[in-house]
Nanobody, 124 residues
Framework: QVQLVESGGGLVQDGGSLRLSCATSGLTFGTYGTMAVGWHRQAPGKERELIAAIPTGPMTYQGYYKDSVKGRFTISRDNSAKTVFLQMDNLNTEDTAVYYC????????????WGQGTQVTVSS
């Protein structure tokens, strides 16, 4: 059974940083033919969007990023810990949302397994 648990959300000022963690179980990391983990977010009144994703396989991969976060967010993984991170720098108020990690067959989705979400609030 695949499970994902997010942590690291909170309140931060405009321009600040946060690091989100997605602890997984039931996924295989570091071998070929594995899956992908993506970070999504949903702001109030908006649709949920994929903002960053990375395969769980062994190859080095810089990750997929939505244009709005490119250059500010960095996705990474710790294969031994089966954890995926999202380093978020230079945050702004438009980054305020509930952030979810999810597991799917590939970086582009579809994503089948979801965590419960963690709130990120950026104050001006």
């Amino acid at each position: 059974q695949v499970q994902l648990v997010e942590s690291g959300g909170g309140l931060v000022q405009d321009g600040g940083s946060l690091r989100l963690s997605c602890a997984t179980s039931g996924l295989t990391f570091g071998t070929y033919g594995t899956m992908a983990v993506g970070w999504h977010r949903q702001a109030p009144g908006k649709e949920r969007e994929l903002i960053a994703a990375i395969p769980t396989g062994p190859m080095t991969y810089q990750g997929y990023y939505k244009d709005s976060v490119k250059g500010r967010f960095t996705i990474s993984r710790d294969n031994s810990a089966k954890t995926v991170f999202l380093q978020m720098d230079n945050l702004n108020t438009e980054d305020t949302a509930v952030y979810y990690c999810a597991a799917g067959q590939r970086v582009g989705g579809p994503y089948k397994h979801w965590g419960q979400g963690t709130q990120v609030t950026v104050s001006s």
